[in-house]
């Protein structure tokens, strides 16, 4: 069982306010044991196209920190509802997700930006203030695959379908409809998308405010794989917290085999991208929380075998900067990073004496994936994009892992102290 806990909040046009109500929110959940916590769409503003931008916030602003404070303090998954951001002047409707520990783990940022004109109901333009990005999110969690996707997305739903095809057993909108599509849509789309796809789907709105422009049909709700409502509020504030149990996504399929019956012989969906293609490409900044990930899970299991390599951990602005500079490599396999690696070209590093090589560094595998031949194909896919001379090290007392280098052509070259404890250098031509 995974608790649930949901944040049906008013918003108001004072930003600091809405910060402590989302506060005040979150700690009620924790109160009642919640494992995960969600914020509805645009929590720490009035959702008013003309005030996105004057709202707006770039991430690690201050409704960046207290998410990510609050998270850590509490020790849960966040689902940090939605913020207008702002970048390179630009502003986005985005949701930032963060971990136990305080980490942004994901984000999501509006794909399907909500410009209506209703014959007798709402008119609205997102698209006046708003700027539609492209990227589908599914993290990982502790307890399974999530998906997030912000209101006007969960309309279509190939991006649900692709969630769920990237492995999402819970699927959660953060959503502000409103009192034209509230009453015939919300409760409908939920269930369809839950049966559709068989999984948990949940969806988080601002509670409502009669006294604002937009008003919010609120009504959070949560439906089970088989389209059950097991959760569902009125239109008043609520800080509740709901268990619900994953066993039923798998025993659901099994009775009923929607997703795995498909045709794909005859029609399939997939997201029209190359970067998930199975297969080594050269990563970008979406896919920075990914990497962070593999990279913790082999850190785990190096630490469950008494290896200590990497026992510091990783900053992940500098993983974020490595990829800005295009040194990361990912590896797909089944439309997930499942192992990367990072290249960089003649690095200062005192004890290479040669003046043209690459350093190969933070190569990993999940551990589900090792011992099948998959580091293989990562260190001759970094041999092909490297210079003529190659570098890589590991922990000085993994003999396994010196092996596996030697049986690949590298050539060991010495140990070299880094602070208290050794790496094993070793180089190719």
């Not at 690690?60 to 913020?83: M, P, R």
């Amino acid at each position: 069982m995974v608790k649930i806990g949901i944040v049906q909040m008013k918003t108001c046009e004072n930003k600091e306010a809405n910060i402590t109500k989302a506060k005040t929110g979150i700690e009620e959940c924790v109160k009642k044991g919640a494992e995960i916590v969600i914020l509805p769409e645009i929590f720490n503003a009035p959702y008013e196209t003309k005030k996105f931008r004057e709202y707006s916030e770039p991430k690690n602003g201050k409704t960046w920190t207290f998410l990510s404070n609050i998270a850590k303090e509490s020790k849960i998954i966040l689902i940090g509802g939605s913020i207008p951001e702002i970048e390179n002047n630009k502003i986005y409707n985005t949701s930032f997700i963060f971990n136990s520990e305080g980490n942004q783990i994901s984000f999501h940022r509006k794909m399907h930006l909500f410009d209506i004109d209703i014959k007798g109901g709402q008119s609205f333009k997102e698209s006046e203030s708003l700027t539609a990005r492209n990227s589908i999110c599914v993290f990982n969690t502790p307890f399974c695959k999530i998906g997030v996707c912000i209101c006007f997305d969960f309309r279509f739903p190939e991006l649900s379908r692709l969630m769920v095809l990237q492995g999402a057993k819970i699927i959660i909108v953060l959503a502000a409809f409103n009192m034209t599509t509230g009453p015939p849509h919300w409760e409908l789309m939920f269930k369809q998308r839950a049966i559709d796809n068989q999984c948990f789907t949940i969806g988080v709105a601002p509670a409502r405010n009669m006294e604002s422009s937009y008003i919010s049909y609120a009504n959070s709700i949560i439906v089970n794989p088989w389209g059950n409502v097991i959760y569902k509020a009125n239109e008043k504030e609520c800080f509740d917290v709901i268990d619900i149990d994953l066993n039923e996504v798998e025993n659901i399929r099994k009775q009923l085999p929607l997703i795995s019956a498909r045709r794909c012989d005859v029609y399939t969906i997939k997201e029209n991208k190359e970067r998930n293609k199975n297969g080594i490409i050269l990563a970008n900044q979406d896919n920075i929380y990914e990497i962070y990930y593999v990279l913790n899970k082999a850190k785990e299991e190096l630490n469950r075998k008494g290896i200590e390599q990497w026992k510091e951990g990783w900053d992940i602005n500098d993983l974020k900067q490595k990829c800005k500079k295009g040194l990361f490599y990912v590896y797909y396999y089944e439309r997930n990073i499942i192992g990367c690696y990072c290249l960089e070209k003649n690095p200062d590093i005192e004890w290479i004496e040669d003046k043209d090589f690459t350093y190969l560094s933070l190569l990993c595998l999940l551990p589900d994936y090792q011992g099948k031949g998959l580091g293989k194909i990562l260190i001759q896919n970094a041999i092909e994009n490297s210079s003529k001379i190659i570098y890589l090290d590991c922990w000085a007392g993994n003999d396994k892992l010196k092996t596996f280098y030697e049986s690949n052509g590298f050539n060991y070259l010495k140990d070299v102290k880094e602070k208290d404890y050794f790496i094993s250098i070793f180089k190719k031509e």
